[in-house]
């Protein structure tokens, strides 16, 4: 196998295990990814027209229509009309989303650190030395290098 193929079938599982764990040591409730996605560009970028969301997470309008319907139903993302356009929304997260997000971080920060200090100190050096070169692979990937 190579790296490629290796490097794709462990992410999902990684990011998985992740929030298993985040979600069991605090109780937190099973949002699905794509929410927490959402809620991340909104607590980062501040208030968003629906279509700068889903240029920001690279995915249809249409899927941040239905993500927004859901999560405003259960009062994690508020849409505020505009003053000027009746026709144009900006959406924020919450006050109870940015909690909930504040908190899946934290949790899943102290997760991670206590799964890297499990491993074997030269697997922790290997991971610590591999971020540079993942960032770089995201970045490779977000079409951010040429």
Request: aromatic residues 0%.
């Amino acid at each position: 196998m190579d790296t490629a193929t290796d490097l794709g079938r462990l992410i999902g599982p990684l990011r998985r295990a992740v929030l298993l764990r985040t979600r069991r040591a605090e109780g937190l409730p099973d949002l699905p990814e794509a929410q927490i996605e959402l809620l991340r560009v909104l607590s980062e970028a501040g208030p968003l027209a629906p279509r700068e969301v889903a240029a920001r997470l690279r995915v249809a309008s249409s899927t941040v229509s239905n993500l927004v319907r859901v999560m405003t139903a259960s009062g994690l993302v508020e849409r505020n009309p505009s003053s000027t356009d009746l026709r144009t929304v900006t959406l924020v997260a919450s006050p109870h989303a940015l909690d909930l997000l504040g908190r899946y971080d934290r949790v899943s920060t102290q997760e991670l650190r206590c799964a890297l200090a499990a491993l074997a100190p030269d697997s922790r050096r290997a991971i610590e030395g591999a971020l540079p070169a993942l960032r770089e692979l995201v970045d490779a990937l977000e079409g951010r290098r040429d």
